[in-house]
Nanobody
Framework: QVQLVESGGGLVQPGGSLRLSCAASETIFSTYRMGWYRQAPGKRRELVAVINSDGITNYEDSVKGRFTISRDNAKNTVYLQMNSLKPEDTAVYYC??????????????WGRGTQVTVSS
């Protein structure tokens, strides 16, 4: 069972930056695929960025070049650095974790979310 806690959200002006953090309880955090999703009002939850256990990343097209996902396995933490923020980035951002190996794919775990608001 994995517990995830997001932090770092808030209000920022267009063009500004925020760094989100997600702290995980899992003691073998390095084996998990980690991701960030977001959900804006009236919209479906969408993938923003993901980083697998090998450090391979991928991003939703609209955030490529602006957002960077990274992980610190020693701290059991995943980050989302968000630069050049736009109003359309406004959403609740959720941390996701999934254990994946060649023998087993686990269930999805979710944090409770952190609000990011981009407005002037």
């Amino acid at each position: 069972q994995v517990q995830l806690v997001e932090s770092g959200g808030g209000l920022v002006q267009p063009g500004g930056s925020l760094r989100l953090s997600c702290a995980a309880s899992e003691t073998i955090f390095s084996t998990y695929r980690m991701g960030w999703y977001r959900q804006a009002p009236g919209k479906r939850r969408e993938l923003v960025a993901v980083i697998n256990s090998d450090g391979i990343t991928n991003y939703e097209d609209s955030v490529k070049g602006r957002f960077t996902i990274s992980r610190d396995n020693a701290k059991n933490t995943v980050y989302l650095q968000m630069n050049s923020l736009k109003p359309e980035d406004t959403a609740v951002y959720y941390c996701n974790a999934k254990y994946v190996s060649r023998w087993y794919t686990g269930e999805d775990y979710w944090g409770r979310g952190t609000q990011v608001t981009v407005s002037s």
